[in-house]
C-alpha cells in the first residue's frame, strides 16, 4: 500500500514569511498527526485530527501555526509569521483509527530552514 | 513536553553484538512502541507492547516493560551495520486517545 504522502520535502524561507506543508496519509486512515521534530530531539505532537476534527491541538502554537482537514482525508499546516525556532522537520503520520492500540505511520517529513 | 527518557543517548558497537537501550516514563500508559529512524528520514514503526504485557519479540528484537518501574527496554541481538539509525521510545498516555509522546532518543552506530 502507499504510504503517507508529504510535500514539500525541503522549504527554506525568511523569517516572518509563511509557509504551507502538504500532507496525504495512508487511505482509509481516519487519524492524522502533525509532529515537529527539532534536531537532536524526538518528535513532538503539534495536531492530532479524528476524519476532520481536532482531537488534539494543544501543543500548536496557534498565534502562528494553523491546520486543517478538509474532508477528513489530505491536510495542510500552515505557519505565518515563522520563526528561526521553527527550523526543523515537520512530520505527518497517519494511524487506522483513533484509538491507543495502532501504531502510526509517518510520511518523510518535510525540512523546514528559516533564516 | 518530552515524556521518555532515553538511555544512552548514543551507542556505538561492533556488527555482530547487541544493542541495549532503555527508556523511562512519567504517566500511566496505555502501550509503548519504539520507532526507528534512518538518517534524514521519517519514522519506522518497530514494535508495540501494551501495558498489560511485560515482554514481546519480533525478528532480532525484544522489548521488555516494567510498569512498575515506568521503564522499558529495546535489545537488538546480533546488530548489523543496517541497524545503525535513532531509536525513539514512544508511549501512549492512558485514555489519551492514541496521542504518543516521544523520547529524546538513542543514536545507535553499529560499525562493520
Known amino acids: 500500500e502507499a504510504g503517507v504522502a508529504q510535500s514539500p520535502r525541503y522549504k527554506i524561507i525568511e523569517k516572518r514569511q509563511s509557509v504551507a506543508f502538504w500532507c496525504n496519509p495512508i487511505?482509509?486512515?481516519?487519524?492524522l498527526y502533525w509532529y515537529q521534530q527539532i534536531l537532536g530531539q524526538g518528535p513532538k505532537l503539534l495536531i492530532q485530527?479524528?476524519?476532520?476534527?481536532?482531537?488534539?491541538d494543544s501543543q500548536l502554537p496557534k498565534d502562528r501555526f494553523s491546520a486543517e482537514r478538509l474532508k477528513g482525508v489530505d491536510s495542510t499546516l500552515k505557519i505565518q509569521p515563522a520563526k528561526l525556532e521553527d527550523s526543523a522537520v515537520y512530520l505527518c503520520?497517519?494511524?487506522?483509527?483513533?484509538?491507543?492500540?495502532?501504531?502510526?505511520?509517518f510520511g518523510p517529513g518535510t525540512r523546514l530552514t528559516v533564516t | 513536553s518530552q515524556q521518555g527518557e532515553e538511555d544512552p543517548q548514543a551507542l556505538s558497537i561492533q556488527e555482530g553484538e547487541n544493542a541495549t537501550m532503555n527508556c523511562s516514563y512519567k504517566?500511566?500508559?496505555?502501550?509503548l512502541q519504539w520507532y526507528r529512524q534512518n538518517s534524514g528520514r521519517g519514522l519506522v514503526h518497530l514494535i508495540l507492547?501494551?501495558?498489560?504485557?511485560r515482554e514481546k519479540h519480533s525478528g532480532r528484537l525484544r522489548v521488555t516493560l516494567d510498569t512498575s518501574k515506568k521503564s522499558s527496554s529495546l535489545l537488538i541481538t546480533a546488530s548489523r551495520a543496517a541497524d545503525t539509525a535513532s531509536y525513539f521510545c514512544?508511549?501512549?498516555?492512558?485514555?489519551?486517545?492514541?496521542?504518543?509522546?516521544f523520547g529524546q532518543g538513542t543514536e545507535l552506530s553499529v560499525k562493520p
Open positions: 503520520a497517519s494511524s487506522l483509527y483513533l484509538g491507543e492500540t495502532y501504531e502510526q505511520y
Open positions: 487511505s482509509g486512515h481516519a487519524t
Open positions: 485530527f479524528q476524519n476532520n476534527g481536532v482531537v488534539d
Open positions: 504517566t500511566s500508559i496505555n502501550n
Open positions: 507492547i501494551r501495558s498489560n504485557e
Open positions: 514512544a508511549t501512549a498516555p492512558y485514555n489519551q486517545g492514541g496521542k504518543l509522546i
